[in-house]
């Protein structure tokens, strides 16, 4: 289930049809919910699809 929460959130980041605001929205929700992975990456570099890496790495936490 939080896989797929991740997968929506970073697609979401991704879709060049959404307005920028919800794409921005989209990478601070991603930020918030995933700390770990996001939470020090910067939004442009996340708009530009450079995290795609760390959401095929990504492992649920216990």
Do not use: H
Not at 13 to 42: C, E, H, I, S, W
Not at 49 to 58: D, H, I, L, Y
């Amino acid at each position: 289930m939080q896989k797929a929460k991740l997968d929506i959130l970073y697609k979401a980041t991704q879709d060049n049809t959404k307005a920028l605001k919800d794409r921005k929205a989209a990478v601070k929700n991603l930020q918030a919910a995933y700390p770990a992975y996001f939470g020090q990456m910067k939004t442009e570099a996340i708009l530009a699809g450079k995290a795609a890496s760390a959401t095929v790495s990504w492992q649920p936490t216990s």
